[in-house]
């Protein structure tokens, strides 16, 4: 059964860079089929997409997002993170990885299994 | 970017109740829809994938429906474990996006 771990920082000062490492387990990450994904969800409000990188380093990012987020994968220690840059206090959320799981016969039948727990960073002096 | 909307925001319902909750897009995803629930300080956890295939392991009182622009995702009969939070989400197009959530709270 595979499982996700973030890590990482709780606090970062504003205008610094947010790192986060996710930590897969009980699977690879080299696996095909798999895209590796961020998420956030600010206080009490609804959950946003950062973007995915593939165990070859390939990403999308959230256009949004985009001027800020940086991804990359270490397949040798079976992980991935994500950097974020120029942090202010709307950057506050719990931050979640997950795994992004596509079929190749069906295109855009994707979905989100599983999940990390998740971990809260706060921006703040 | 496609949006999603979910209808109601919020939800009193009691045990043994059926419930059903509506998620619309802004463009039509075929079937590229799933929902997700969320407990309070837990991540979400997958329900239904494609709009209407239950995912291992979760209770057969869980069903979706839809296909085009409009979704549903049904709880036959309320169980005390279900109030939570439920959040559809398109994978029709990136960026990925999800609808506001559903609070679904005991009457």
């Known amino acids: 059964q595979v499982q996700l771990q973030e890590s990482g920082p709780g606090l970062v000062k504003p205008s610094q860079t947010l790192s986060l490492t996710c930590t897969v387990s009980g699977g690879s990450i080299s696996n095909a089929g798999f895209y590796w994904s961020w998420i956030r969800q600010h206080p009490g409000k609804g959950l946003e997409w950062i973007g995915y990188?593939?165990?070859?380093?390939?990403?999308y990012y959230s256009p949004s997002l985009k001027s800020q987020v940086y991804m990359s994968v270490d397949t040798s220690k079976n992980q991935f993170s994500l950097n974020l840059h120029s942090m202010t206090a709307a950057d506050t959320a719990v931050y979640y990885c997950?795994?992004?799981?596509?079929?190749?016969?069906?295109?855009?039948?994707?979905?989100?299994?599983?999940w990390g727990q998740g971990i809260l960073v706060t921006v703040s002096s | 970017d496609i949006q999603m909307t979910q209808s109601p925001s919020s939800l009193s319902a009691s045990v043994g109740d059926r419930v059903t909750i509506t998620c619309r897009a802004s463009q039509s995803i075929s079937s590229n829809l799933n929902w997700y629930q969320q407990k309070p300080g837990k991540a979400p956890n997958l329900l239904i994938y494609?709009?209407?295939s239950l995912q291992s392991g979760v209770p057969s009182r869980f069903s979706g429906s839809g296909s085009g622009t409009d979704f549903t995702l049904t709880i036959s009969s309320l169980q005390r474990e279900d109030f939570a939070t439920y959040y559809c989400q398109q994978s029709y197009s990136t960026p990925r996006t999800f609808g506001q959530g559903t609070n679904l709270e005991i009457k």
């Open positions: 494609a709009a209407s």
């Open positions: 997950a795994r992004e799981v596509y079929s190749s016969s069906s295109i855009g039948i994707n979905w989100f299994d599983p």
């Open positions: 990188i593939y165990y070859n380093g390939a990403t």
